[in-house]
């Protein structure tokens, strides 16, 4: 599927080309639109257009996307350049305005870069299919560290269940011989 979903972003990206004479990130970011919000469909995200978020500096900034779940929770962000900017130079502008740095993917549609915890992860050329979709699945497999936090908690308490059953069991059935008090409220 996502092989797929990139051969076709190629197959759209140079219609768009052809067609407009033109390689601007608007002419070829809603192409990438298409394909990144494919891979965020596998995760049950969706990637929004255009969303005011806070950023790192407490003002607001406005990515091209943003990944959000049902519940409207933002997962990450992207940001898309045109081939002519030099990527990196865009990056530091971005961070500088305050963009978020916990899962953001910038691109270009020659390089993509993903960052996150502040730190870059991946850089992929566009031309790699295989690169390219390492990339999209990293960045929108990324879980925040308070859910996957969350979510190890979870897991200990159902392994520790069964321990605090017998546990409860056995200081209640000892209540039941030795405390007159529970045994009277029992009734």
């Known amino acids: 599927m996502t092989t797929n979903s990139i051969q076709r ?3 759209e990206v140079e219609k768009l080309k052809q067609r407009g004479s033109t390689k601007m990130e608007s002419t070829v970011s809603q192409a990438f639109y298409t394909l990144l919000n494919d891979y965020a469909q596998q995760k049950e995200l ?3 257009p255009q969303v005011w978020v ?3 500096l407490g003002r607001k900034v406005k990515p091209d996307g943003t990944l959000k779940d049902s519940l409207r929770q933002d997962w990450g962000y992207w940001e898309s350049k045109d081939e002519a900017d030099d990527i990196d130079e865009e ?3 971005k961070f500088a305005r305050g963009y978020p740095d916990v899962n953001i993917l910038f691109e270009d549609s020659n390089t993509a870069v993903l960052i996150q915890g502040g730190h870059e992860i991946i850089r992929a050329p566009f031309n790699n299919a295989t690169a390219l979709d390492a990339i999209l699945k990293t960045f929108v ?3 925040r560290p308070e859910v996957e936090t969350f979510r190890k908690a979870i897991e200990l308490f159902k392994e520790d ?3 605090v059953t017998e546990t409860l069991r056995n200081v209640m059935a000892q209540a039941e011989k030795h405390n007159k008090f529970y045994v ?3 009734k």
């Open 54 to 56: 806070k950023g790192k």
């Open 91 to 93: 990056i530091e502008k």
């Open 141 to 143: 497999s990324y879980q």
């Open 9 to 11: 972003y190629y197959q």
């Open 184 to 186: 009277q409220a029992g």
């Open 46 to 48: 969706t990637l929004v």
């Open 161 to 163: 269940v069964p321990n």
